[in-house]
């Protein structure tokens, strides 16, 4: 099982960016991927938790109706679109595979991938 992020850049503030996180040696049917990044100093925070239906995914609220999530399934490719970006937003971001494909269940991540650098300038 690996997952690889990419995407990361320096962007200037209110721009946007795209993750990717390509899974591999499992199916994105049967698990749900979440996004964490972690600024200098700071403890790695949860952003959102991308599930299989979409109404069961989580968005913590500082990014919430800024950044959002989709799955290519023909890729086994989860994306995290990040839009109107602060500086605030510069961190590592990573992506982490779940043991189910709900954002609920009990059983937290079990796979991560390595993470890739978002830096907003002012």
């Known amino acids: 099982v690996q997952l690889q992020a990419s995407g990361g850049g320096l962007v200037q503030e209110g721009e946007s960016l795209r993750l990717s996180c390509v899974g591999s040696?499992?199916?994105?049917?049967?698990?749900?991927i979440g996004w964490f990044r972690q600024a200098p100093g700071k403890e790695r925070e949860e952003i959102l938790c991308?599930?299989?239906?979409?109404?069961?995914?989580y968005y913590a609220d500082s990014v919430k109706g800024r950044f959002t999530s989709s799955r290519d399934y023909a890729k086994n490719t989860v994306y995290l679109q990040m839009n109107n970006l602060k500086p605030e937003d510069t961190a590592v971001y990573y992506c982490?595979?779940?043991?189910?494909?709900?954002?609920?269940?009990?059983?937290?991540?079990?796979?991560w991938g390595q993470g890739t650098q978002v830096t907003v300038s002012s």
């Open positions: 982490a595979r779940r043991g189910a494909y709900y954002c609920s269940d009990s059983g937290g991540y079990n796979a």
């Open positions: 040696g499992f199916s994105l049917n049967y698990h749900a």
């Open positions: 991308a599930a299989k239906y979409a109404g069961d995914s």
